[in-house]
């Protein structure tokens, strides 16, 4: 024999838990600010072997309306700005694995610290904000001059 008394108890339970549980699926999880293997910086940027100008060479070919994007962008800034930029790239590809690994750290979890960014706000933004763009280039910058000044003059 059915008992409808307790089914409808049964479904309110039900019905209860899982609105319980949507409730708490609903509530954000809490925030935290660590770099991942691709977060703020693409992994394949952080372990490549390739210089500077290898790698914006293959952007360039790989990725021409990123790259083309960037130097737009690149060529709207003041010299020193555009000196600065430069300098810091170079800087950070000098770095180690460890070193790029933790320059990607300090910068996901503290926002003053890349004293470059306040002065041009996309000025990594051709090696660090597209992990597609770093992984196409990654794949072939090898293939390109080590030493390229030429990457760094785009015609409009």
């Excluded at 083309?68 to 694995?97: C, H, K, T």
């Amino acid at each position: 024999m059915f008992d409808h008394k307790r089914f409808k108890g049964v479904l309110r339970a039900g019905v209860a838990a899982m609105a319980v549980s949507a409730g708490l699926a609903a509530v954000p999880g809490i925030a935290a600010a660590d770099s991942t293997d691709d977060y703020p910086i693409p992994n394949r940027i952080l372990k490549t072997t390739c210089t500077v100008d290898q790698y914006m060479a293959a952007v360039r070919d790989t990725s021409p309306v990123y790259y083309e994007r960037y130097m737009i962008d690149y060529n709207n800034r003041p010299l020193d700005v555009q000196q600065g930029a430069r300098d810091r790239i170079y800087w950070f590809f000098s770095l180690d694995y460890a070193g790029r690994r933790q320059y990607s750290e300090n910068t996901a979890t503290n926002v003053y610290f890349e004293q470059m960014a306040t002065r041009w706000g996309n000025w990594a933004k051709l090696f660090f904000n597209n992990k597609g763009v770093a992984a196409h280039a990654t794949d072939v910058c090898n293939e390109y001059p080590v030493s390229d000044p030429a990457v760094w003059t785009w015609m409009l």
